[in-house]
């Protein structure tokens, strides 16, 4: 088995490397943790649909405004700090909701802080992550250690998922109020925030940009040289994917189903623990056929049946349909993530990697920010309304696939030329 390709591709990660896979399987655990019960948080502290839409679009919001200049000036300042000041937001952002149910207060939590209603990745660490993993392995084992990059962040989500939703059911039944309860699982996420904190302080220079490559990006827009052009472009396609994935951000899914089917924060729980263990597996299978037929292929051809799926969800009479269906569009939909990841950092200047990281990934949180407050007057409607997000998501998800073929198929990574 240590023979698989998979394997060999984690045996050439320095011990950097390794590191960064922990600081990312505990983020995003705890992302996991808190997206599963936190609209209902919002919801239960007496924020309206709209409120709660807005709290999450401007949590969304407020990550890309604090991440892009973190991000643009990592390569300068240290990747290293950046990460580190990263978790102090999350740190932040976990006290303040845990201790309010102002709603100006928690705006403003969500402005500054860092806080993910998706369960996926926000903040800065993703891009500087991304910039820095390339330099603790070799480019040929590259979308391979991506790939699990990718899984395990998924399973982790997956697992933080389940544990937020039944230690707030648990507590419950034990005589919580859902108030208390949801409070408990946010003080949790502060407390790993610190973890984060501390875990970061251990990775070495290594990380950091090549010290004679560096000073060319300071002068330049947004730290881009000689790779704007093809990140702007890459930027305009991933906003577009990134809007429509934010009209069903997973805070969100869970209000749908408890509406829909009254279900509880367990079983929501339960249900992306599933859904974020297929996306995991399916994001190692991505690296394989990724050798096969091409980065972008891979992206675009698992990217069109997930999102058929994601279509056909609220359409699903019953409770194990709609879990079955969705099982199904996750067991496919993260091939594009760390096929998309490995393509962005190489076909761009190795001295510009985290700030095109920086910039894609701002575009995408950006879009996404706008589309909860969609979702949450969609909801507020009420009736068939609060089922019109996935038709609207899967929709726009297909529009960018075609699109992002029509513009990139010439554009080739190296091991491709």
Partial sequence: MLQLPEFQALATLSPDGRLLFVTRMTRLFAYGFLAVVLGLYLATVGLSDPQIGLVLSLTLLGDAMISLPITIIADRIGRKRMLIAGAGLMIFAGVVFALTSDITLLTIAAIIGTISPSGNEVGPFLAIEQAALPQTTTDAQRTQVFAWYSLLGSVMTGLGSLVGGLLAQGLQQAGQTPLNSYRVVIIGYALLGGVLGVMFTRLSPAIEAPLNETPATLNRLFGLGKSRPVVFRLSLLFMLDAFAGGLIVQSLVAVWFTRRFGVEPGVIGAIYL?????????????????????????????????????LLVPLMPTLPLAIIVLLARFSISQMDVPTRQSYT???????????????????????????????????????????????????????????????????????ER
């Fill in 274 to 310: 599933g859904a974020n263990l297929f996306a995991g597996l399916s994001a190692l299978a991505a690296a394989r056929i990724a050798k096969r037929v091409g980065l972008l292929n891979t992206m675009i051809y698992t990217h069109v049946p997930s999102n058929i799926f994601l």
């Fill in 345 to 415: 950092v190489s076909v761009v200047e190795p001295a510009e990697r985290s700030a095109a990281n920086g910039v894609t990934n701002i575009a995408r949180t950006g879009a996404s920010a706008v589309s909860p407050l969609v979702t949450g007057a969609l909801f507020n409607a009420g009736g068939a309304w609060i089922s019109v997000p996935f038709f609207l998501a899967g929709g726009l998800k297909l529009v960018y696939d075609f699109l992002l073929y029509r513009s990139f198929q010439a554009v080739k990574p190296p091991e």
